[in-house]
């Protein structure tokens, strides 16, 4: 099982980045898969999730209206869109596949916004 992320970079603030999230191994229409990030020194955090069919979503506050997380089944890949970037967001992000005790991430991609 291999989650590969890609899109990650340096963004100035108030501009927009996408992250894509590869799998290869899963049988990727079966697990729900999230995002999260962590911030230097601080624990990895929630950032959205979207179920298996992609129908429903949920997003922690910090990023709501501002992130939007899809998937494209066929193409075995979930999406983060990432708009009006903040300093704040600068983090390592991770992809996340799971499905009841299994569990699998990916390496991580990191996002800077700075100016």
């Known amino acids: 099982v291999q989650l590969v992320e890609s899109g990650g970079g340096l963004v100035q603030p108030g501009g927009s980045l996408r992250l894509s999230c590869e799998d290869s191994?899963?049988?990727?229409?079966?697990?729900?898969m999230s995002w999260y990030r962590q911030h230097p020194g601080k624990e990895r955090e929630l950032v959205a999730t979207?179920?298996?069919?992609?129908?429903?979503?949920n997003y922690d506050d910090s990023v709501k209206g501002r992130f939007t997380i899809s998937r494209d089944n066929r193409k075995n890949t979930v999406y983060l869109q990432m708009n009006s970037l903040e300093p704040e967001d600068t983090a390592v992000y991770y992809c996340?596949?799971?499905?009841?005790?299994?569990?699998?991430w990916g390496q991580g991609t990191q996002v800077t916004v700075s100016s």
């Open positions: 996340n596949a799971r499905r009841g005790s299994r569990n699998f």
């Open positions: 191994g899963l049988t990727f229409s079966a697990y729900d």
């Open positions: 979207i179920n298996m069919a992609g129908g429903s979503t």
